[in-house]
């Protein structure tokens, strides 16, 4: 888990940098950070695919560029594809934001055939250089409201068990289908903790959907 400093870090720069962090009326929406990685998004793919939900998938550019087929996949099952950067990186450490930005676009709508909308920076800390950027290439940065705590190497019921709490309307949820950046070996945990996160949801009454930027 994040540090006590780190978190209160976090929370300062979302008051610096707002983004969208829940959505209205009785929807949730789920998001996958860090892919596209054939460790774990395929799995991901097939427990959505089999319950017909939708979900939001940040790509990190240097990871479509690796897996440009998986990144296409993606966006041909109907879910919405947006940029998590071209590098997995703190945005105090880019020298030109900006640029990382706009890499990190044309790597997605070189594979998927879709001009992202969408933004959430890495570990969701904006500097004042990145917000601007996103703001001038039209994308709508977007936070999270939950999360499934899957950065770390915990099991499936845990990560199942971290949502199901925060199954609310408005939910934004924070996943992960990628174990690049992260703590563990593996992201597959993440995609068997799915039928129980979606039994949930759909128990609530929930409308699932897919998050959408400004252009969409």
């Known amino acids: 888990m994040p540090s006590f400093r780190q978190q209160l870090e976090t929370i ?28 774990a998004t395929p ?61 990190g676009a044309a790597a997605l709508a070189e594979a998927t055939g879709r001009q992202p909308t969408l933004f959430r920076p890495p570990y969701g800390r904006f500097s004042e250089a990145s917000y601007a950027a996103c703001g001038e290439l039209g994308l709508s940065p977007v936070y999270w409201s939950a999360w499934g705590g899957d950065w770390e ?8 068990d971290l949502v199901v709490r925060d199954v609310a ?15 563990r070996e593996s992201a597959a945990a993440t995609a068997e903790a799915l039928p129980a996160v979606l039994k949930a949801i759909a128990a609530a009454g929930l409308e699932l959907v897919e998050l959408r930027g400004r252009a969409s």
């Open 43 to 103: 799995a991901v793919l097939e427990a959505l695919g089999a319950a017909d939900a939708p979900g939001t998938f940040f790509l990190v550019g240097e990871q479509v560029e690796a897996h440009p087929g998986l990144a296409a996949e993606v966006a041909a099952r109907g879910h919405a594809v947006g940029l998590h950067g071209h590098r997995h990186v703190e945005h105090d450490e880019l020298a030109d934001p900006r640029a990382d930005l706009e890499r």
């Open 12 to 39: 300062e720069r979302w008051r610096r940098f707002p983004a969208l962090e829940r959505l209205d009326g009785a929807r949730m929406a789920l998001t996958f950070d860090d892919g596209p990685d054939p460790d």
């Open 153 to 160: 190497p915990i099991p499936p019921p845990r990560i199942a």
């Open 169 to 183: 309307p408005g939910a934004i949820v924070l996943l992960h289908d990628s174990a690049h950046y992260a703590y």
